[in-house]
């Protein structure tokens, strides 16, 4: 049975450096887990009345920029629209000696349309709040990916940039990934977030997808950031004992970065296919 929760050290953590609503957080953690007990009920297509039960569960107004904190509350004055958090959580399976990923991405962007001034959504990484039976589309692949990692380990999925948002009119695109203000100048929010992410889960593995995780990542460990090969890349976290391990993004943004790993050689005997075979690729460098 896979269960989905989190630590009460992180919601700490997150209530002091990122948000604390007027209830806390404990309350929204708890709708997240309430609409994916709710999503497992779905057996087939969900229904209108299906999406609009799931729709009160978390609704796109439950959180406020007014309810930022620390060095996030500069954005409280700033004019955004399409503001996102993606809560990380910890998705684990029955099973002893299990070994913990910590996943760190960029996830897939909510979408474009609307204009919650104010409004901060509350969501979970990859939607992985949903019922992983009914995933479609690009979803389908992210879980094809996660069910593999799964089998193995804990996961514990977290988004390097804790705000997601869009400046400018309704229609237009620019995001905070490429507002180097948000990236670089106030890296260091992220950042420190980031590494007591690490010292409360302690994870086995630190797993980068895709660019942004990855350089950030590396910037922190020093590493030098390189072009993706045919391989992944691998490095060590400051402690000098967790191992962390970069791959393209599983988005199909990134099947050219992938394609390159895939079909390298050294995996032809991996019999899977796509993110899957990823997935297992990961393993296999775990157990080295």
Request: hydrophobic residues 40%.
């Amino acid at each position: 049975m896979t269960n989905i929760n989190i630590d009460n050290k992180i919601i700490d953590l997150l209530e002091d450096a990122l948000i604390k609503p007027k209830d806390g957080l404990n309350s929204i953690y708890d709708r997240i887990l309430m609409y994916y007990e709710r999503s497992q009920k779905i057996m087939g297509k969900p229904t209108e009345d299906d999406l609009k039960n799931l729709n009160e569960i978390l609704p796109p107004n439950l959180l406020s920029k007014d309810d930022l904190v620390g060095g996030f509350s500069y954005l409280r004055e700033e004019k955004l629209r399409t503001i996102a958090i993606d809560f990380p959580i910890l998705i684990s399976k029955l099973g002893e000696n299990r070994k913990k990923i910590m996943v760190c991405a960029l996830d897939s962007f909510p979408s474009n349309t609307g204009d919650h001034t104010n409004s901060i959504i509350a969501w979970a990484p990859f939607s992985l709040n949903y019922n992983w039976n009914l995933a479609t589309r690009s979803s389908k692949q992210n879980i094809a990916f996660f069910s593999v990692l799964l089998e193995s380990a804990d996961l514990y999925v977290t988004d390097i940039f804790k705000i997601f948002y869009r400046r400018g009119l309704a229609g237009t695109d620019y995001r905070s990934n490429q507002d180097q203000n948000y990236t670089t100048v106030k890296l260091d929010m992220h950042k420190s977030i980031l590494e007591q992410e690490i010292e409360i889960i302690k994870p086995d593995l630190i797993l980068t997808l895709g660019n942004k995780s990855r350089d950030v990542i590396y910037s922190i460990i020093k590493a030098p950031i390189e072009k993706w090969s045919d391989d992944i890349m691998s490095g060590i976290w400051l402690d000098n004992n967790t191992p962390v391990i970069s791959i393209p993004h599983i988005s199909g943004a990134a099947n050219g970065a992938k394609a390159k790993v895939l079909n390298n050689p050294k995996y032809e005997n991996v019999k899977a296919k796509g993110n899957q075979k990823l997935a297992h690729i990961l393993l296999g460098r775990m157990t080295q």
